[in-house]
């Protein structure tokens, strides 16, 4: 028999016992037998506790006879309750179930000041010894005047924080064989802005990255952080030996936010005053454009010339896409949880495309990242658009670079803003004095209609014809019959249009006014084609459609409002010049026009003939404010009908095949990998429950109507897809109540993991 230190005695016979103790926590005894020359003990067949231990409880043992070097003795014992760990130490045999009696070294590198060498420091601790308590032996030994406050202990291998100071080392499992690193918390981050310039900044690498967002928001002077998150960058394989040649050439073009923001506290960019937040609805207390003068993130960047656009110019496939989807960072995990290391560099972008409250007299960086981001999507083709659409959006590009570079400087101050309670004090004092005003609200008994002819096609059908129709707008719903004389009776069709989407089918340069109809049903959505004769037309049936979408009739008060803005985004797209309008003069463009559209684009026609399509569009937007071009380029971008998709590759349930799943502000498309054409379309409004089995790795979604759907993700992780569908359904509960406050709590659970 032999005998090992700490109360373990090991024996070879037949019936020997071997005797953990530790006589203040439990007493474990393990009766086995043994063949002699067998090295490895595993068969253990009985256990006896001290104490009542849970049902649960799983025991797992190996015992290792070692020659020359005595007994190594290896016990895991595992609980859902975490009422026990234990392990059992290499020849010395130490009980680590409990540390009063027993200490260890611990080996913890400390990261000092930047420039300096790490320190490896060995540390005697006990498993009872809290967090808190090893930080500050740490800080003793150290010795260095230097302020701590910012360091944490990160454990490598668990790659995780101790981050809650009062629970000890046996709490958090921490052992002798533990690798920690006492590391500040804050660490430098390089983010490329929507607008590719880079900046660097110091960002908690400790928090979770939707804290983190907000903090890079704070700072950036941007409103509704939670529209952002951070994305890795696509390894392009390729350009790999390029950029580690050119990596040291970048330094100069990072904007170290730090420098700029001068001493810790003050805003950044403050010249004048502080940025400060309303505490209950987060608006500024002021215009942003008072709390700084020059800023580069409200100016918008110059277009880049042709050829530098032509090489970052890529063909991409919605495989290809999903790719660069999977890099979105998880909001519930921190950045060094994620692998992301201090220096690294991620992407700052608009994740969720559905932005709220905008408004030009608080948001004027945020305005301009989003113009950006939309600028630079249309112009490497991320999102498809048609020939017009695309000189629509050059030439609105062409004005706002002209206003950049005028001497004159943009006040902000200029911008049209209604006051709300301006607005309605003005209105009440009218209607007491009788005199006549627009009506906010019009008589409930007397809701308007629309009646006309209209061209109506179905897809389902082989031949694309349209055919004419009588139709009946009322309440939120569209009549249409055979004829206007047939009206009073039976219409052949009610298309009720509460919860649809409203998708413009427009090219005005070919007089062709279109409105798509998705409608939902049951299994996804029906589609159905409406044709308008003319502008005005159109537009009228248009923001009846969108209203009645959102289940709101011709009598809410923004009607009216809603077909102006529709008139005006016609105009817009309108590529000859207004009636009575002298030819534009080609030579006047003092830029190159090849940098306003994409490379595809700029292949297709010399830039003689780009300048002059360009000024000719020009001339319907040339009285645009800066800030009100920037609103309209970024409302342009919205109304495309790939607005905001995100896809995936996942494989349905039952299915063999891999398939590509489509996530927008409002819905889920299932899209044919092979024809690239939608299958069926899921609306959120008709969604019931989403959940995730986490073993499997599988999302299951329940809708009306008993439709279910599950699939699992090829292309990336299921956390990703978990996290964008709850994240839609978090957005859609804001309001503009301004007692109202962000539900940070309610957006971790709808889109946090369970891994």
Same mark, same amino acid.
């Given at each position: 028999?032999?005998?090992a230190?700490?109360?373990v005695?090991?024996?070879?016979?037949?019936d020997?016992?071997g005797l953990?103790?530790s006589?203040?926590?439990l007493?474990c005894?393990?009766?086995?037998? =043994? !063949?002699a020359? @067998?090295r490895?003990?595993?068969?253990?067949n %009985? +256990?006896?506790?001290?104490?009542a231990?849970p049902?649960?409880f799983?025991?797992?043992?190996?015992v290792?006879?070692?020659?020359?070097n005595g007994?190594?003795?290896?016990s895991?014992?595992q609980?859902?309750s975490?009422t026990?760990?234990v392990?059992?130490?290499?020849?010395a045999?130490?009980?680590m179930v409990?540390?009063?009696e027993?200490?260890w070294?611990?080996?913890v590198?400390v990261d000092q000041r930047?420039?300096?060498?790490?320190l490896k420091?060995?540390i005697? =601790? !006990?498993g009872? @010894?809290?967090i808190?308590?090893?930080?500050? %032996? +740490?800080?003793?030994k150290?010795?260095a005047?230097?302020?701590?406050?910012?360091h944490?202990l990160?454990?490598?291998?668990k790659n995780?924080?101790?981050?809650?100071?009062?629970?000890?080392?046996?709490?958090?499992?921490?052992?002798?064989?533990?690798d920690?690193r006492f590391?500040p918390?804050?660490?430098?981050?390089c983010?490329?802005?929507?607008?590719?310039?880079?900046i660097?900044l110091t960002v908690?690498?400790?928090?979770?990255?939707?804290?983190s967002v907000?903090? =890079?928001?704070?700072a950036l002077?941007i409103?509704r952080?939670e529209?952002?998150?951070l994305l890795?960058?696509?390894?392009d394989p390729k350009k790999?030996?390029?950029?580690?040649k050119?990596?040291g050439?970048?330094g100069?073009?990072?904007?170290?936010m730090d420098?700029?923001?001068?001493?810790v506290?003050n805003s950044l960019y403050?010249k004048?005053?502080?940025?400060?937040?309303?505490p209950?609805?987060?608006t500024?207390?002021?215009?942003t454009s008072?709390?700084?003068?020059?800023?580069p993130?409200t100016?918008?960047q110059p277009?880049?010339?042709?050829?530098?656009l032509?090489?970052m110019y890529q063909?991409?496939?919605m495989?290809?896409?999903?790719?660069?989807?999977a890099?979105?960072l998880?909001?519930?995990?921190?950045?060094?949880?994620?692998?992301v290391?201090?220096n690294?560099?991620l992407?700052?972008?608009?994740?969720?495309?559905c932005?709220f409250?905008?408004?030009?007299k608080?948001d004027a960086?945020?305005?301009t990242?989003?113009?950006e981001q939309a600028?630079w999507?249309?112009?490497?083709e991320?999102?498809?658009?048609?020939e017009?659409e695309?000189?629509?959006f050059?030439?609105?590009?062409y004005?706002?670079?002209?206003?950049t570079?005028?001497?004159k400087?943009?006040?902000l101050?200029?911008?049209p803003?209604?006051d709300?309670v301006d607005a309605a004090?003005?209105n009440?004092?009218?209607?007491?004095?009788?005199?006549?005003?627009?009506?906010?609200l019009?008589?409930?008994t007397d809701i308007?209609k629309?009646?006309?002819?209209?061209?109506?096609?179905r897809?389902?059908r082989?031949?694309r014809?349209?055919?004419?129709y009588w139709f009946?707008f009322?309440?939120?719903?569209?009549s249409y019959?055979?004829?206007?004389e047939?009206?009073?009776?039976e219409p052949i069709e009610q298309?009720?249009?509460?919860?649809?989407e409203?998708?413009p089918?427009v090219?005005?340069?070919e007089?062709?006014?279109?409105?798509k109809?998705?409608l939902p049903?049951?299994?996804g959505m029906n589609e159905?084609?409406?044709?308008?004769?003319?502008?005005?037309q159109?537009?009228?049936w248009?923001a009846?459609c969108?209203l009645?979408?959102?289940?709101?009739?011709?009598?809410?008060?923004?009607y009216s409002?809603?077909?102006?803005?529709?008139?005006?985004?016609?105009?817009?797209k309108s590529?000859?010049p207004?009636p009575g309008?002298?030819?534009p003069?080609?030579e006047?463009?003092?830029?190159?026009?090849?940098?306003?559209v994409s490379p595809?684009y700029a292949k297709k026609y010399?830039?003689?003939?780009?300048s002059t399509r360009?000024l000719e569009?020009?001339?319907?937007i040339?009285q645009?404010?800066?800030?009100?071009a920037?609103?309209?380029?970024?409302?342009?971008?919205q109304?495309?009908?790939?607005?905001?998709i995100?896809?995936?590759i996942?494989?349905?349930?039952?299915n063999?095949k891999?398939?590509?799943?489509?996530?927008?502000?409002n819905k889920?498309i299932?899209?044919?990998m092979?024809t690239r054409l939608?299958v069926?379309t899921?609306?959120?409004?008709?969604?019931k429950q989403?959940n995730?089995?986490?073993?499997?790795?599988?999302?299951a979604?329940?809708?009306?109507?008993?439709?279910?759907v599950?699939f699992?993700?090829?292309s990336c992780?299921?956390r990703?897809?978990h996290e964008?569908?709850?994240?839609y359904i978090?957005?859609?509960t804001?309001?503009k109540?301004q007692n109202?406050?962000?539900?940070?709590?309610l957006?971790r659970?709808?889109?946090g993991g369970?891994?």
């Amino acid at each position: 028999m032999k005998t090992a230190s700490a109360g373990v005695r090991v024996s070879s016979s037949g019936d020997g016992e071997g005797l953990p103790c530790s006589p203040s926590f439990l007493r474990c005894r393990a009766l086995f037998s =043994v !063949k002699a020359p @067998l090295r490895s003990i595993t068969a253990w067949n %009985k +256990l006896e506790f001290a104490h009542a231990v849970p049902a649960d409880f799983v025991v797992g043992v190996e015992v290792e006879m070692c020659p020359s070097n005595g007994v190594s003795l290896h016990s895991s014992l595992q609980a859902v309750s975490h009422t026990v760990v234990v392990l059992w130490g290499y020849k010395a045999c130490k009980a680590m179930v409990s540390s009063t009696e027993h200490s260890w070294e611990l080996s913890v590198q400390v990261d000092q000041r930047e420039g300096e060498e790490a320190l490896k420091l060995n540390i005697r =601790v !006990k498993g009872d @010894l809290h967090i808190g308590g090893l930080m500050l %032996k +740490l800080v003793e030994k150290i010795e260095a005047p230097q302020n701590w406050s910012d360091h944490a202990l990160w454990w490598e291998q668990k790659n995780c924080w101790l981050l809650k100071n009062h629970w000890t080392l046996d709490k958090y499992g921490v052992q002798a064989d533990a690798d920690l690193r006492f590391t500040p918390q804050h660490k430098p981050l390089c983010l490329q802005l929507p607008n590719m310039k880079t900046i660097k900044l110091t960002v908690s690498f400790s928090s979770v990255v939707f804290k983190s967002v907000e903090e =890079v928001c704070k700072a950036l002077n941007i409103r509704r952080s939670e529209e952002l998150s951070l994305l890795k960058p696509p390894d392009d394989p390729k350009k790999k030996k390029k950029k580690d040649k050119g990596k040291g050439q970048t330094g100069d073009d990072i904007i170290d936010m730090d420098i700029i923001s001068g001493t810790v506290g003050n805003s950044l960019y403050s010249k004048t005053m502080t940025a400060t937040y309303d505490p209950e609805n987060g608006t500024p207390a002021s215009a942003t454009s008072l709390w700084f003068g020059e800023n580069p993130l409200t100016a918008s960047q110059p277009n880049i010339p042709a050829e530098e656009l032509a090489k970052m110019y890529q063909s991409l496939s919605m495989e290809d896409k999903a790719a660069i989807n999977a890099g979105w960072l998880d909001s519930s995990s921190s950045l060094m949880e994620q692998g992301v290391q201090e220096n690294d560099r991620l992407l700052l972008r608009f994740k969720y495309h559905c932005f709220f409250d905008l408004n030009p007299k608080y948001d004027a960086v945020r305005i301009t990242q989003l113009y950006e981001q939309a600028r630079w999507a249309i112009l490497l083709e991320e999102i498809e658009c048609t020939e017009e659409e695309m000189l629509m959006f050059a030439s609105l590009q062409y004005h706002i670079c002209k206003l950049t570079m005028s001497t004159k400087p943009v006040d902000l101050l200029d911008e049209p803003e209604i006051d709300e309670v301006d607005a309605a004090l003005s209105n009440l004092e009218t209607t007491l004095e009788g005199r006549s005003t627009d009506r906010i609200l019009e008589d409930i008994t007397d809701i308007p209609k629309l009646e006309d002819n209209l061209k109506l096609y179905r897809p389902k059908r082989l031949l694309r014809t349209f055919k004419d129709y009588w139709f009946v707008f009322r309440d939120t719903s569209i009549s249409y019959y055979k004829n206007k004389e047939s009206a009073s009776g039976e219409p052949i069709e009610q298309l009720h249009l509460r919860g649809c989407e409203v998708v413009p089918d427009v090219n005005v340069t070919e007089k062709k006014f279109g409105i798509k109809l998705l409608l939902p049903v049951a299994d996804g959505m029906n589609e159905v084609y409406l044709r308008c004769d003319n502008e005005t037309q159109y537009a009228k049936w248009k923001a009846a459609c969108v209203l009645a979408s959102k289940g709101k009739t011709m009598a809410y008060s923004s009607y009216s409002t809603e077909v102006k803005n529709i008139m005006s985004f016609l105009q817009m797209k309108s590529l000859a010049p207004p009636p009575g309008q002298a030819a534009p003069d080609v030579e006047s463009m003092d830029m190159n026009a090849e940098c306003f559209v994409s490379p595809r684009y700029a292949k297709k026609y010399k830039n003689k003939q780009l300048s002059t399509r360009i000024l000719e569009a020009h001339h319907n937007i040339s009285q645009l404010t800066l800030m009100e071009a920037k609103m309209r380029f970024i409302q342009a971008w919205q109304s495309l009908p790939e607005f905001g998709i995100k896809y995936y590759i996942v494989r349905f349930k039952g299915n063999k095949k891999d398939e590509i799943l489509g996530i927008s502000y409002n819905k889920l498309i299932r899209i044919d990998m092979s024809t690239r054409l939608p299958v069926t379309t899921w609306r959120f409004s008709n969604m019931k429950q989403w959940n995730v089995n986490w073993e499997i790795r599988q999302v299951a979604i329940e809708f009306d109507q008993s439709v279910s759907v599950a699939f699992t993700c090829q292309s990336c992780d299921c956390r990703v897809v978990h996290e964008y569908i709850g994240g839609y359904i978090f957005l859609s509960t804001r309001s503009k109540d301004q007692n109202e406050t962000l539900d940070e709590e309610l957006f971790r659970k709808l889109t946090g993991g369970q891994d």
